[in-house]
């Protein structure tokens, strides 16, 4: 074979596994493009996501059976703004009297009557204490008063002492001067 049998075998070979631009057309036409299977890799959901999902997921019934069986948001605020708390129970028994308590107040507290009865007991000797009250203080006056006098007294015999003092010092000049004289 010459070479150009051989070109014409090669050509005619390329031909038959050579695809034709009417071919590539209909590849592009028909066909995805890599972008377009990542785009749908991106979001879809594959086998084992969805068996994840199925074994961690509530089925209808479940959530039924909640929604029958469990506690809303708002009833639990319901029974939250009408009950007491600990703390507000353990507030009011810190701070409120017990029966006991208020049994032995009973108990060991006087009565209104007893404390009226006190109180006239308490008015009477308060009388009486003004009474003596009065009478010392008449006392005390005397007293000042006789105190008052003999300070008087002792101030008039200081007086009479001082004049007696001086004149028994010029008697003793006096008869001093008298002997002075005498012995001249």
């Given at each position: 074979m010459d070479k150009l049998e051989i070109m014409q075998q090669e050509m005619t070979e390329m031909k038959a596994n050579v695809a034709t631009k009417e071919e590539l057309e209909d590849i592009k036409n028909n066909m995805a493009t890599k972008q377009e299977l990542e785009n749908i890799k991106a979001r879809m959901?594959?086998?084992?996501?969805?068996?994840?999902?199925?074994?961690?997921?509530?089925?209808?019934?479940?959530?039924?059976?909640?929604?029958?069986?469990?506690?809303?948001?708002?009833?639990?605020?319901?029974?939250?703004?009408?009950?007491?708390?600990?703390?507000?129970?353990e507030h009011i028994k810190a701070n409120m009297a017990t029966k006991e308590e208020l049994e032995d107040i009973k108990e060991n507290m006087a009565t209104k009557a007893e404390l009226n009865e006190v109180k006239a007991d308490m008015a009477k000797g308060f009388?009486?204490?003004?009474?003596?009250?009065?009478?010392?203080?008449?006392?005390?006056?005397?007293?000042?008063?006789?105190?008052?006098?003999?300070?008087?007294?002792?101030?008039?015999?200081?007086?009479?002492?001082?004049?007696?003092?001086?004149?028994?010092?010029?008697?003793?000049?006096?008869?001093?001067?008298?002997?002075?004289t005498i012995k001249s």
């Open positions: 959901a594959t086998k084992e996501e969805l068996e994840h999902i199925k074994a961690n997921m509530a089925t209808k019934e479940e959530l039924e059976d909640i929604k029958n069986n469990m506690a809303t948001k708002q009833e639990l605020e319901d029974i939250k703004a009408r009950m007491a708390t600990k703390e507000e129970l009388s009486t204490v003004h009474q003596a009250i009065r009478e010392i203080d008449a006392i005390v006056k005397r007293l000042e008063q006789n105190q008052e006098q003999q300070m008087q007294l002792l101030l008039r015999q200081e007086r009479i002492i001082d004049m007696l003092c001086r004149r028994s010092l010029e008697h003793e000049a006096a008869i001093a001067d008298l002997r002075l």
